[in-house]
């Protein structure tokens, strides 16, 4: 797991600027993701979707973008975060941290996973959409790449393979304080925390107890184990978070080191997951 590795995408996304639903620069940052999976061999199912928005509001393409990386145990974890940036009007918002770190750690992690693949199948999930369009927020508008995901999911029937998603979101905080995300399955917590703790990093996933909608918000309701991992204390501060969705999220608050911390510790959980008994 090289953190200099997801730092460097997140860089290359940042430099797209504002990457909202229907801009330029989320569809250059489709093509960045794309061409790097490509690179590594991979070749990205894209799983197109129609937002429909707030009312009033017209319809938004948007397109998941999921590639697999086999492992030989026939079972499926899930890996996901979200690539597109929040809207934020009269801000030119880049989103270094919100969105540019998942893109940043999950194209590392593809490479990490193609050069010493696993037992368990690893998808990972490009989810488009988790921003809201209009000024509200989820679950009413926002999610539409994870919720996409957790309909097809139900749709093919693939929903019994699925042992179990974890999405990041926010992870790149130089100041990492990932925190236990209370609708979050217990478990799943539970084993991450463990890893955490025997690579002695159990520092950086001590943040406070919080309870958040994110893109692991629709995988819980389709019925699979989920674990977000997030860190919301986004600021000068240990205990603020007055970065987030403001043009102060950019890449100089972050660092490889914290890629690096949650890389491992994901790459350590993911292995162990695949090995539990179902249910
Ligand atoms: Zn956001």
């Known amino acids: 797991m090289d953190g200099a590795r997801a730092l460097e995408h997140v860089r290359r996304v940042v430099a797209f600027g504002p990457r909202h639903a229907g801009s330029e620069g989320i569809r250059q940052t489709r093509e960045y993701i794309v061409g790097t999976l490509r690179r590594l061999g991979l070749e990205p199912t894209r799983q197109e979707l129609l937002a429909e928005g707030p009312p009033g509001s017209a319809e938004v393409a948007m397109a998941n973008l999921l590639v697999d990386l086999p492992g030989p145990s026939g079972r499926v974890v899930i890996l996901g975060g979200h690539y597109d940036g929040k ?23 593809a490479r990490c996973l193609t050069e010493a693949p696993g037992s368990t199948t690893v998808r990972i999930a490009f989810l488009d959409g988790e921003e809201s369009l209009g000024e509200g927020g989820p679950p009413a508008d926002g999610l539409y790449g994870s919720r996409r995901l957790a309909a ?35 478990w799943l ?26 893109d692991h918000t629709p995988l819980l309701a389709a019925g699979i184990p989920s674990l ?32 690096e911390i949650v890389g491992s510790v994901l790459l350590a959980s993911l292995e162990e997951i695949g090995f539990r008994p179902a249910g």
């Open 87 to 109: 809207r934020v009007p009269g801000v030119e918002f880049v989103g270094a941290n919100d969105g540019g770190s998942s893109v940043g750690l999950l194209l590392e992690m």
């Open 189 to 214: 917590w539970r084993l991450v925390a463990e890893k955490a703790r025997v690579l002695g990093v159990e520092r950086h996933f001590s943040g406070p107890l919080l309870a958040v909608i994110d």
């Open 152 to 186: 097809s999911l139900r749709e093919s029937g693939e929903l019994e393979e699925v042992a179990a998603a974890i999405v990041v979101d926010m992870i790149g905080d130089r100041r990492l304080s990932i925190s236990r995300e209370l609708e979050s399955t217990p």
């Open 228 to 259: 977000l991992l997030i860190d919301l204390h986004y600021g000068p501060g240990w205990d603020d978070n007055s970065y987030w969705h403001t043009e102060e999220d950019t890449i100089d608050k972050l660092s490889a080191r914290s890629f």
